[in-house]
Protein backbone atom coordinates (compact mmCIF):
# COMPACT_ATOMS: atom_id res chain seq x y z
CA UNK A 1 0.00 0.00 0.00
CA UNK A 2 2.73 1.94 1.27
CA UNK A 3 4.97 1.50 -2.17
CA UNK A 4 1.91 2.61 -4.53
CA UNK A 5 0.56 5.86 -2.53
CA UNK A 6 4.08 7.04 -1.67
CA UNK A 7 4.86 8.31 -5.54
CA UNK A 8 0.82 9.43 -5.64
CA UNK A 9 1.70 12.02 -2.55
CA UNK A 10 4.72 13.12 -3.61
CA UNK A 11 4.54 13.46 -7.32
CA UNK A 12 1.08 14.28 -6.92
CA UNK A 13 -2.47 13.09 -8.42
CA UNK A 14 -4.27 14.37 -11.58
CA UNK A 15 -5.50 17.60 -10.01
CA UNK A 16 -3.40 17.76 -6.76
CA UNK A 17 -0.18 18.95 -6.84
CA UNK A 18 2.75 16.88 -5.44
CA UNK A 19 3.62 17.52 -1.50
CA UNK A 20 6.84 15.61 -2.01
CA UNK A 21 9.10 14.91 1.33
CA UNK A 22 5.67 15.76 3.21
CA UNK A 23 3.73 13.18 0.97
CA UNK A 24 5.99 10.91 1.78
CA UNK A 25 5.62 11.27 5.46
CA UNK A 26 1.67 10.95 4.86
CA UNK A 27 1.64 8.01 2.65
CA UNK A 28 3.36 6.45 5.21
CA UNK A 29 0.96 7.65 7.98
CA UNK A 30 -2.15 6.18 5.95
CA UNK A 31 -0.87 3.15 5.24
CA UNK A 32 0.27 2.58 8.77
CA UNK A 33 -3.27 3.67 9.61
CA UNK A 34 -5.51 1.55 7.14
CA UNK A 35 -2.91 -1.46 7.93
CA UNK A 36 -3.64 -0.97 12.13
CA UNK A 37 -7.39 -0.66 10.79
CA UNK A 38 -7.16 -4.22 8.83
CA UNK A 39 -5.55 -5.88 11.76
CA UNK A 40 -8.01 -4.88 14.37
CA UNK A 41 -11.07 -5.48 12.10
CA UNK A 42 -9.20 -9.16 11.87
CA UNK A 43 -8.61 -9.62 15.49
CA UNK A 44 -12.31 -8.32 15.97
CA UNK A 45 -13.77 -10.83 13.59
CA UNK A 46 -11.41 -13.95 14.85
CA UNK A 47 -12.61 -12.66 19.04
CA UNK A 48 -9.37 -12.39 20.09
CA UNK A 49 -9.17 -8.11 21.01
CA UNK A 50 -10.51 -9.04 24.87
CA UNK A 51 -8.23 -11.95 25.26
CA UNK A 52 -5.45 -9.66 26.37
CA UNK A 53 -7.34 -8.60 29.61
CA UNK A 54 -7.46 -12.01 30.55
CA UNK A 55 -3.82 -12.50 31.43
CA UNK A 56 -2.20 -11.59 34.72
CA UNK A 57 1.06 -10.75 35.36
CA UNK A 58 3.35 -12.34 38.14
CA UNK A 59 6.42 -9.82 39.35
CA UNK A 60 8.71 -13.23 39.24
CA UNK A 61 8.11 -13.97 35.25
CA UNK A 62 8.47 -10.38 34.39
CA UNK A 63 11.45 -9.73 36.38
CA UNK A 64 13.32 -12.84 34.88
CA UNK A 65 12.09 -11.96 31.64
CA UNK A 66 13.19 -8.34 31.48
CA UNK A 67 16.76 -9.98 32.46
CA UNK A 68 16.72 -12.30 29.98
CA UNK A 69 15.60 -9.90 27.02
CA UNK A 70 17.16 -6.60 27.96
CA UNK A 71 20.76 -6.95 26.91
CA UNK A 72 19.66 -8.24 23.96
CA UNK A 73 17.57 -5.07 23.03
CA UNK A 74 19.98 -2.91 24.46
CA UNK A 75 22.49 -4.24 21.88
CA UNK A 76 19.44 -3.21 19.33
CA UNK A 77 19.40 0.14 20.97
CA UNK A 78 23.17 0.36 20.34
CA UNK A 79 23.41 -0.88 17.20
CA UNK A 80 20.83 1.79 15.70
CA UNK A 81 22.08 4.83 17.90
CA UNK A 82 25.79 4.50 16.85
CA UNK A 83 24.54 5.83 12.86
CA UNK A 84 23.30 8.68 14.54
CA UNK A 85 26.14 9.07 16.38
CA UNK A 86 28.72 8.42 13.09
CA UNK A 87 26.31 10.39 11.10
CA UNK A 88 27.19 13.54 13.34
CA UNK A 89 30.89 13.30 12.15
CA UNK A 90 30.20 12.01 8.05
CA UNK A 91 27.90 15.22 7.70
CA UNK A 92 31.13 17.27 7.49
CA UNK A 93 31.65 15.64 4.47
CA UNK A 94 28.34 16.47 2.78
CA UNK A 95 25.47 14.56 1.23
CA UNK A 96 27.81 11.89 -0.31
CA UNK A 97 29.77 10.59 3.17
CA UNK A 98 25.74 10.21 4.52
CA UNK A 99 24.47 8.26 1.34
CA UNK A 100 27.58 6.29 1.73
CA UNK A 101 26.99 5.61 5.42
CA UNK A 102 23.19 4.90 4.66
CA UNK A 103 24.47 2.26 2.39
CA UNK A 104 26.94 0.99 4.64
CA UNK A 105 24.53 0.84 7.39
CA UNK A 106 21.94 -1.31 5.43
CA UNK A 107 23.83 -3.73 3.89
CA UNK A 108 25.15 -4.01 7.62
CA UNK A 109 21.72 -4.57 8.81
CA UNK A 110 20.91 -7.58 6.40
CA UNK A 111 23.84 -9.69 8.16
CA UNK A 112 22.58 -8.39 11.24
CA UNK A 113 19.08 -9.34 10.70
CA UNK A 114 20.36 -13.19 9.37
CA UNK A 115 22.01 -13.80 12.53
CA UNK A 116 19.73 -12.30 14.95
CA UNK A 117 17.38 -14.80 12.91
CA UNK A 118 19.89 -17.50 13.68
CA UNK A 119 19.90 -16.33 17.20
CA UNK A 120 16.58 -16.44 17.95
CA UNK A 121 15.95 -19.78 16.39
CA UNK A 122 18.42 -21.32 18.99
CA UNK A 123 17.18 -19.77 21.83
CA UNK A 124 13.75 -21.32 21.28
CA UNK A 125 14.97 -24.51 20.27
CA UNK A 126 17.22 -25.19 23.05
CA UNK A 127 14.26 -23.00 25.24
CA UNK A 128 11.82 -25.89 24.30
CA UNK A 129 13.98 -28.77 24.89
CA UNK A 130 15.11 -27.75 28.38
CA UNK A 131 11.62 -27.22 29.29
CA UNK A 132 10.88 -30.89 28.22
CA UNK A 133 13.96 -32.10 30.20
CA UNK A 134 15.85 -32.90 27.02
CA UNK A 135 19.22 -31.34 27.75
CA UNK A 136 21.04 -33.15 25.42
CA UNK A 137 18.95 -32.56 22.50
CA UNK A 138 19.02 -29.13 23.76
CA UNK A 139 22.81 -28.69 23.94
CA UNK A 140 22.96 -30.77 20.13
CA UNK A 141 20.80 -28.27 18.34
CA UNK A 142 22.37 -25.28 19.95
CA UNK A 143 25.45 -26.54 18.03
CA UNK A 144 23.61 -27.51 14.53
CA UNK A 145 22.32 -23.79 14.65
CA UNK A 146 26.71 -22.99 14.35
CA UNK A 147 27.05 -25.29 11.12
Same mark, same amino acid.
Given at each position: ??? &????????????????????? !????????????? *?????????????????????????????? *???????????????? &?? &??????????????????????????????????? !???????????????????????????
Amino acid at each position: MNL &VITPLLIFGITGIPGLGIQGA !AYAALISYLIAAI *IGYVILKKRNLTNSIFKYKFKKDISFETLK *IGLPISLNGVAFSMIY &VF &VSRFIADYGTTGLAAVGISHRSESIAYQITMGFSL !AATILVGQNIGAGKADRAEKLAWKTLE
